[in-house]
């Protein structure tokens, strides 16, 4: 018998159920096959897989499906069950749109495929704080027509990944799909292409990407710019930062991901309906070529100093609150930087304690090494010897000295853009036409150098 139903609509349910998890790809395709009749030996057969992993998959499945829905759910009452759960669900729409609006139009099993949220790896949210400001700005921009791409750009463990899945989540209800990816494992610009395609509804059965061309890329991403265009969709990309690199010229796409120049062009420049919103460390230096309607950058400083009781869970610390709000500012109220200070809070209990010396003592701790290494990883040449004079510096320095240090300054359009990237990283502080670094990255550069002496 041929179902009535859209399996989208099956999956949309599945989804929301299940939701924070996701299915997997595989799980994905024992669904669609099981609707569709098949049994597991020829799904094995027809998608190249072992019949017993297959079997694997679809037992674990019908234990996530019955947990969620708590119903016993098995291979053999999945379509009655779910035909008649959307069966259900359609007639309860469609009776509260009715009494809403006596000239609604029929609904159809296409209205459920609205809210098709896709969140992979994205965190947890339930416990952001602060950043109001920052979430009124993207919902302003998000709003604006022009508007294809926001990047939310900043130092290591300033709270992109958070803002921006903050965001998506808060406003979901204004997009028909929300699909977040992280690129964090250098996923290539087809694969991720495909996979946006793959979860709106299109290439189902293609679930292979080796051997792809440029032209395959092209294609897909013609396709996909025609869902922009008719659905409006919210695409998140975590993790930018990933797919790029620090060369001699700035920052460029890593050699054999250079195509994600194509991908995010093709996204930026063409007119649709939907947005992208991306994380990262570092900015993709072709991005600065387009018009600022059609791409907003936020360049994401700590959080606001009301929020550091919050975030330091200061009751159960020692710490006076002046004392802290001061530690905070050494750090730049870095949410990554504070959360890992937080936990070494007993350590420093003593209130006549000298700040300086505790964040000397900070850049001890493993944690924050790694940090301000990962930091120190996306500069270029050039901001990493300005960081370096200024290390070395007691005094501020005044900017006309700074650059008759420099060596790698080839011309000032170079060293402004060096100094206004670093101004925006939180890395370096202006006062009064001088320049000073942050303390903690400060008292870290300084401690390296000691070593590399030794
Ligand atoms: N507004 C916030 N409220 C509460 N916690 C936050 C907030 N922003 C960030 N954090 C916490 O700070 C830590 C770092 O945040 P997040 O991962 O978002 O930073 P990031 O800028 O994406 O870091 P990375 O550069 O490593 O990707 C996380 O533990 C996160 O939960
Ligand atoms: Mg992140």
């Known amino acids: 018998m041929t179902n009535p139903i859209d399996f989208n609509s099956v999956l949309s349910l599945i989804d929301r159920t299940i939701s ?32 017993e992993y297959i079997k694997t998959v679809g037992c674990n499945l019908w234990q996530i499906l019955s947990n969620a829905f708590n119903e016993q759910i098995n291979k053999s009452n999945f379509v009655p069950y779910m035909r008649q ?72 463990g300033c709270g992109k990944t958070s803002l921006i899945t903050k965001f998506a989540k808060d406003n979901q209800s204004q997009f028909d799909y929300v699909i977040w990816f992280s690129l964090n494992n250098s996923l290539s610009p087809t694969t991720l292409t495909n996979n946006f395609l793959k979860i709106i509804g299109q290439n189902q059965d293609q679930h292979s990407n080796s051997g792809f061309t440029q032209q395959d890329l092209s294609s897909l991403l013609a396709q996909l710019i025609n869902h922009l265009k008719q659905k ?36 930026i420049a063409t007119n649709h309906q939907s947005l992208m919103i991306c994380a990262s460390r570092v900015r993709p230096k072709s991005l600065e070529y387009y018009g600022m309607n059609q791409i907003k950058i936020l360049d994401l400083q700590g959080l606001e100093e009301s929020t550091i009781e919050q975030i330091t869970n200061l009751d159960s610390t020692k710490i006076e609150k002046t004392k802290l709000l001061d530690l905070s500012t050494r750090l730049h ?98 006062d009064n036409s001088q320049y000073s670094l942050m303390p903690i990255m400060k008292s870290y550069v300084r401690r390296k150098l000691v070593q590399l002496a030794l």
């Open 20 to 51: 924070p998890t996701y299915l997997s790809a595989t799980q994905e395709i024992v669904l669609r096959e099981v609707w569709n009749g098949k049994t597991y030996s020829k799904m094995a057969c027809d998608y190249n897989y072992d019949p």
């Open 85 to 156: 759960k959307i069966s259900c669900s359609i007639v309860v729409n469609k009776r509260d749109e009715l009494l809403t609006n006596q000239n609604s139009q029929v609904l159809s099993t296409e209205s459920l495929k609205r809210e098709f949220y896709h969140w992979a790896t994205a965190p947890n949210t339930e416990h952001f704080i602060g950043r109001d400001k920052q979430i009124k700005l993207l919902k302003s921009w998000s709003q604006d027509s022009n508007c294809n791409c926001i990047v939310v750009s900043g130092m290591v």
């Open 232 to 267: 409006r969709i919210l695409l998140v990309l975590d993790d930018l930062e990933s797919i790029l690199e620090v060369d001699q010229v700035g920052i460029c796409y890593q050699r054999n991901l250079e195509d994600y120049g194509h991908f995010l062009r093709s996204i």
């Open 333 to 430: 109220c870095n949410p990554q930087l504070l959360k890992i200070t937080a936990s070494h809070l007993n350590i420093f209990h003593d209130d006549h304690e000298d700040l300086e010396q505790v964040v000397q003592e900070l850049c001890l701790v493993e944690e924050i090494v790694s940090l301000l290494e990962q930091e120190l990883d996306c500069l270029s040449k050039l901001e990493k010897e300005i960081i370096f004079w200024l290390a070395i510096s007691c005094q501020p320095i005044p900017q006309k000295d700074l650059a008759t240090n420099l060596k790698h300054a080839q011309s000032k359009i170079k060293f402004n853009k060096s100094i206004a990237s670093l101004e925006k990283r939180s890395l370096m502080v202006k």
